[in-house]
Nanobody, 129 residues
Framework: EVQLVESGGALVQAGGSLRLSCAGF????????IGWFRQAPGKEREGVSCISTGDGTIYYSDSVKGRFTISSDNAKKTVYLQMNSLKPDDTAVYYCAAQSIYRASWFIGSWESTDFDLWGQGTQVTVSS
């Protein structure tokens, strides 16, 4: 079965760190860009970071640049999101999603949520002040 499974969400104090994991099953991770998105209550889904595990292309949103680091372990078919210096505004459900690197959208560097076909179930991150 083709699926993505996130883990690692938790309750953490402001200034703390968490590492989220996104494990891929049933497909070749090298042929996909994996994105992390988040959605807070009452807000639209927001792109956080994205990585092409094949060539190492990485994107970050301005809101997390310098605090979050995305990485991948292709042997484990897992993408990680290391989140440091967490703020209460980072509180959200975090989702990972997969987009084929052969899509036209990826060629032009797009990583909008609508470009992604496969989504995980999400993991809750709560940052207390």
């Amino acid at each position: 079965e083709v699926q993505l499974v996130e883990s690692g969400g938790a309750l953490v104090q402001a200034g703390g760190s968490l590492r989220l994991s996104c494990a891929g099953f049933g497909f070749n991770l090298d042929e996909y860009a994996i994105g992390w998105f988040r959605q807070a209550p009452g807000k639209e889904r927001e792109g956080v970071s994205c990585i092409s595990t094949g060539d190492g292309t990485i994107y970050y949103s301005d809101s997390v640049k310098g605090r979050f680091t995305i990485s991948s372990d292709n042997a484990k078919k897992t993408v990680y999101l290391q989140m440091n210096s967490l703020k209460p505004d980072d509180t959200a459900v975090y989702y990972c999603a997969a987009q084929s690197i052969y899509r036209a959208s990826w060629f032009i560097g797009s990583w909008e949520s609508t470009d992604f076909d496969l989504w995980g179930q999400g993991t809750q991150v709560t940052v207390s002040s």
